[in-house]
């Protein structure tokens, strides 16, 4: 991978582990928190995007039959899964954040299974980052990323 391309990954992790949720109100998650954490998971599946093995490899083009059709995805290097993991866990005590929320507002403790999904998702995301197993960890961002959104549509009004 280009040294460019880690550069914005390890600036895009940065920011969004910083961007963390503090807010104990029902009304900041829902008009602030809920929406930026939607935005995060998308932003972490794009910056995934190198590693997709559903994605064609850049500058694949060549013939087969002499090049062995060898094409392959870059290796998930250990910086870049540590910087993964330290982004789980960021998210993993925002989901905590939104737990102890939903067990203070009784209006919206319907959202308490999805949200432990949720969690438990990030849990298996950094296993599977830990594992350096790209394909797995897209599949559960984007699981994440679901779960994310029916927690939103449960637990804030339209």
Same mark, same amino acid.
């Given at each position: 991978?280009?040294?460019r391309? #880690?550069k914005t990954?390890? *600036?895009?992790?940065?920011f $969004?582990?910083?961007? /963390?949720?503090d807010?104990?109100?029902?009304n900041?998650?829902?008009?602030?928190?809920?929406?930026?954490?939607?935005k995060? %998971?998308?932003?972490?599946i794009?910056?995934?995007a190198?590693?997709?093995?559903?994605?064609p490899?850049?500058?694949s083009? /060549?013939?087969? $039959?002499?090049d /062995? /059709?060898? #094409? =392959?995805h870059?290796? !998930?290097?250990?910086?870049?899964?540590?910087?993964w993991?330290?982004?789980?866990? $960021?998210?993993?005590?925002?989901?905590?954040t939104?737990?102890?929320?939903a067990q $203070?507002?009784?209006? *919206?403790s319907?959202?308490r299974k999805?949200?432990?999904t949720?969690a438990?998702?990030?849990?298996?995301? #950094?296993?599977?980052?830990?594992?350096?197993n790209?394909?797995?960890m897209i599949?559960t961002?984007?699981? *994440?990323?679901?779960h =994310?959104r029916?927690? %939103?549509l !449960?637990?804030?009004?339209?």
């Amino acid at each position: 991978m280009s040294s460019r391309k #880690h550069k914005t990954i390890l *600036i895009f992790l940065l920011f $969004s582990t910083l961007w /963390g949720c503090d807010s104990a109100t029902l009304n900041d998650a829902c008009s602030v928190q809920f929406p930026n954490l939607q935005k995060t %998971y998308e932003d972490a599946i794009l910056a995934m995007a190198p590693w997709d093995p559903r994605q064609p490899v850049e500058n694949s083009r /060549g013939v087969a $039959s002499l090049d /062995g /059709g060898n #094409h =392959s995805h870059p290796v !998930l290097q250990e910086m870049d899964r540590e910087s993964w993991k330290l982004w789980a866990e $960021s998210r993993l005590k925002e989901a905590q954040t939104f737990l102890d929320l939903a067990q $203070s507002e009784p209006k *919206i403790s319907s959202v308490r299974k999805e949200l432990s999904t949720l969690a438990n998702d990030i849990v298996a995301f #950094h296993g599977f980052t830990d594992q350096g197993n790209p394909g797995r960890m897209i599949a559960t961002l984007n699981r *994440i990323q679901e779960h =994310s959104r029916r927690v %939103y549509l !449960l637990a804030c009004p339209q």
